[in-house]
């Protein structure tokens, strides 16, 4: 996660494969602080309000008390689903949502369902995650809305002209 001010950046590397030792993300990360308030300085040093905590979002059992004004979400749900599967899935939305505070926003980048084919091989986990998977990326806006609890979406962008292939996808704007 990064930190600026109210504003949480899911930014775990889950993408490496689960069953590699050297790429895990350490059990107990210890967050970096900041003071985390921008809005009355007039000349902004990045390095004193953002802050940075590499952890396992996923399988992290820490409660935290903070809450978010945003959570941004972009490129990784794939990587969470081949290699947690629909629990992990489902625990990154239930996460978010307990992360956010009341009126607050989950910015989402689903990748297609077709991007999971490509990439179920980079490990067995995600390989054998891929062939139980039930809870397609077409599924989450229904599951957010109808399950998780958020009031409404709006995706901010269907097709980015100029954007590198593969990197066009809809961003999704959920309210809290």
């Known amino acids: 996660m990064s930190r600026l001010d109210n504003v949480a950046v899911e930014n775990t590397m889950v993408h490496k494969p689960a069953d590699s030792p050297s790429e895990r993300c350490p059990e107990k990360v210890e967050p970096e602080t900041s003071n985390g308030h921008i809005s009355n300085c007039h000349h902004h040093d990045i390095f004193k309000v953002v802050s940075f905590r590499r952890e396992n979002f996923v399988e992290s059992m820490s409660k935290s008390s903070e809450q978010y004004d945003t959570i941004i979400c972009l490129s990784v749900t794939k990587w969470i689903h081949l290699n947690w599967g629909d629990d ?48 397609h990326p077409d599924k989450f806006r229904e599951i957010l809305l109808d399950k998780i609890g958020f009031k409404s979406v709006e995706v901010v962008t269907d097709k980015l002209v100029g954007a590198v292939t593969g990197f066009d996808r809809p961003i999704e704007v959920y309210h809290k």
């Open 88 to 135: 992990g899935i489902i625990t990154l939305f239930v996460k978010i949502w307990s992360l956010l505070r009341p009126g607050g926003v989950f910015i989402m980048e689903p990748q297609p369902w077709t991007s999971y084919r490509r990439n179920r091989l980079v490990s067995e986990v995600a390989k054998e995650n891929f062939n139980t998977i039930l809870i």
